[in-house]
């Protein structure tokens, strides 16, 4: 049974997650800002098998919250093994370019606060010489395009951060996992007209468990993804400046 | 907001409509636009346009998919409305329970279950799904939420379950259970030659065996009209029920270009089907899914009848006249030559259907599926129709696609009624279609 932490864990993807891991027994201990979902998450995974489910609502910009978050966690869970961080929201990157105010608030919800979090978590589990962290990163920190680089910039901050802390916490046994999922069919991307590329969230879910499973390093999902990712970040400058991506 | 082509099950009408969501029980009706309409849409499986709110907007459930609480020595089951049957089996089958009712597929959601009120192959003895709803929540588009059941806000309830959606949104349900044994049936098939070996059969079965259905073969002429195989079966009382379950699966991959559903293949099918057993009747020990569900193995079943689309005619008419009109329906069905591998007659029990829509009524019911071939099955339809009317029957909202209004009206007697329940935010194109310019 491994004991998880989930941050965001009302969003679609952490849930589809967090029900792979209820129904094979694992407890959870989960975090999000809206109360009323909570619950009903919560109360989900309990009837689908995980033995003990706790809760906290919390706004993941509140770095000042963190700590003690973190250490109920620990108390409810008897010492997590296993970390997913997966909050965020998708930029509106037109209002972004606008709005100086409303572009450090989604590069401080994508990234800073993970940032925060991942600093805290990983002394933790440096310490403890064992664990998984895995993070939500995205395809579109992989290289910054016009139509939502906003967003796409804070996801590369994270990528980088975490291959950073996998190189350093690798050496004491913690394994850091970055999840890089492409168009993922959820209440973040309702607006968008739905294509091929598209993923539902249980699918998304698969690869995640199977990734913190195996210890993989950094998964793109569906896999799919890695391929079409080499080629664009290939692409040369030059040719890149004419694209509309 | 976002707007997408919809389809139904049937994949007659394709239209765009504007999509809302719920995500959580605990949300919020959507605010629309003035003008507009809405209609709660579960996973779209009926066949017409009773899910369909053409020109309107839809308001999606199918992310209403948690389970809220399961009591494992009652057999009580709470959960969101979204929910799958399918995913209800496979939380409650390994735990020794078993929905008390379930129709031919299990990918409909809980919240469709309700409004189409639907029924399975033990309606002799348990009745329709909404008997087995011990409570639900109703949001309307004014925030309003309602919890009803039997003996709370009792007309709402009435008119929530077989309601069509349109008394406003199921948010969530209580299900009572029933237990079993094993994941498991005792069937028997048994063949039988013509419609009154079919009716003495039934008869016969139906005090024996808690699960009870026909297949027809549709082309059946002569002394040969109404031939085919009745099914029979009991959860088997004996084995495990957290035994492991298979789940194979095979898919229609893309829309086919054509029907694959022709005089030919059909009369392949059906002479090979009616013989497939030795014996005339055969025992056999079935998983469930096999006996309940066999095309929910074949997923997208329905792109085999290629890009026009099919429609399904599923009637019922009063057991008084049942043996008549049923021989009238199959020498019809059979002289036009239409038709499909999946003609299914049941005998319907007296049990009181809860909702005031509610289909099931005691009679016998005959369901078979059409390519839509224009002009040729409307007309088919017509000669149907009158036949079905002149005995007092009538055709059920979630398969239909077509019915002319009055016999919807005069099958439906408390349809006034149930008006007077719709939320006035809510709306169908098949509920225009049938009230409208009466």
């Known amino acids: 049974m491994k004991k998880v932490l989930i941050v965001g864990a009302t969003s679609a993807i952490a849930e589809a997650t967090a029900r792979k891991l209820a129904e094979r027994g694992d407890a959870l201990y989960l975090v999000a800002r809206n109360e009323a979902r909570l619950a009903a998450v919560a109360a989900d995974l309990l009837v689908r098998g995980s033995p003990r489910v706790g809760t906290e609502v919390l706004d993941a910009n509140d770095s000042g919250a963190h700590e003690a978050m973190l250490a109920r966690a620990e108390s409810f869970l008897a010492g997590y093994d296993t970390v997913l961080i997966a909050h965020g929201t998708l930029s509106d990157q037109k209002a972004c370019e606008a709005s100086v105010e409303l572009t450090l608030k989604e590069i401080n919800t994508n990234a800073l606060s993970v940032v925060a979090l991942l600093t805290r978590i990983a002394s933790r589990l440096e310490q403890r010489r064992a664990g998984t962290i895995a993070v939500i990163s995205s395809v579109a920190g992989d290289r910054g395009r016009s139509s939502n680089y906003v967003y796409g910039s804070a996801k590369a901050l994270v990528t980088a951060f975490l291959s950073g802390l996998r190189q350093r916490l690798g050496r004491c046994g913690v394994n850091v996992v970055t999840i890089k999922p492409g168009f993922v069919d959820t209440p973040m991307t309702a607006a968008f007209a739905k294509g091929p590329l598209w993923a539902q969230p249980e699918h998304i879910a698969r690869g995640i468990v199977r990734a913190i499973d195996r210890n993989s390093g950094t998964v793109y999902l569906p896999g799919f993804w890695r391929p079409i990712m080499l080629v664009i970040r290939a692409i040369p400058e030059s040719l890149f400046l004419r694209l509309s991506l | ?438």
């Open chain 2, 1 to 438: 907001m976002a707007s997408r082509v919809i389809s139904s099950w049937g994949n007659v009408i394709r239209a765009a409509h504007v999509v809302y969501g719920l995500h959580s029980r605990s949300d919020s009706f959507p605010a629309l636009s003035a003008a507009s309409t809405v209609l709660p849409f579960g996973n779209g499986r009926s066949y017409g346009d009773s899910c369909l709110n053409v020109g309107g907007a839809l308001l999606q459930t199918r992310t209403l998919d948690r389970f809220i609480s399961f009591d494992r020595e009652a057999g009580v089951l709470a959960c969101e409305a979204g929910v799958l049957l399918a995913d209800i089996l496979r939380l409650v089958v390994p735990a020794g329970w078993f929905l008390p009712v379930v129709p031919g597929t299990c990918y409909v959601t809980v919240g469709g279950a309700i409004a189409n009120d639907v029924h399975g192959k033990n309606h002799h003895q348990a009745g329709t799904f909404g008997r087995h709803v011990r409570q639900l929540e109703l949001l309307r588009s004014d925030g309003t939420r309602l919890l009803c059941s039997p003996t709370q806000n009792t007309d709402w309830f009435a008119a929530t379950v077989g309601g069509l959606g349109l008394t406003g949104a199921v948010t969530w349900a209580e299900l009572q259970l029933r237990p079993i044994r094993s994941p498991r049936l005792d069937v028997e098939s048994i063949r039988f030659a013509n419609l009154d070996e079919f009716f003495t059969l039934c008869a016969e079965a139906e005090r024996k065996y808690e699960y009870t259905v026909a297949w027809i073969d549709c082309l059946g002429r002569g002394k040969q009209l109404g031939r085919g195989l009745l099914q029979c079966a009991n959860h088997a009382r004996e084995g495990a029920a957290s035994d492991p379950v298979p789940d194979r699966k095979l898919s229609v991959p893309f829309p086919l270009p054509m029907s694959a559903v022709n005089a030919l293949s059909l009369r392949v099918f059906n002479t090979v089907h009616y013989h497939r057993q030795r014996g005339r009747r055969r025992l056999t020990s079935e998983y469930f899914q096999s006996f309940f569900f066999p095309l929910d193995r074949i997923l997208h079943w329905n792109r085999l009848y290629g890009p026009a689309g099919f429609y399904q005619y599923q009637c019922v008419v009063p057991t008084h006249l049942a043996r008549e009109a049923t021989t009238e329906l199959l020498q019809t069905i059979a002289s036009s030559g239409l038709g499909s591998f999946l003609a299914v007659l049941k005998c319907f029990g007296n049990i009181g259907s809860p909702g005031m829509l509610s289909f099931p009524r005691a009679g016998v019911t005959l369901a078979l599926d059409f390519p839509n071939r224009g002009a040729r099955v409307a007309r088919l339809f017509e000669s149907l129709d009158r036949i079905v009317s002149g005995a007092g029957g009538t055709l059920y909202p979630a398969k239909d696609g077509r019915m002319p209004g009055a016999l919807f009206r005069s099958g439906y007697a408390r349809w006034q009624e149930f008006s007077n329940y719709i939320d006035p935010a809510c709306s169908s194109s098949f509920w225009r279609r049938v009230t409208e310019h009466e």
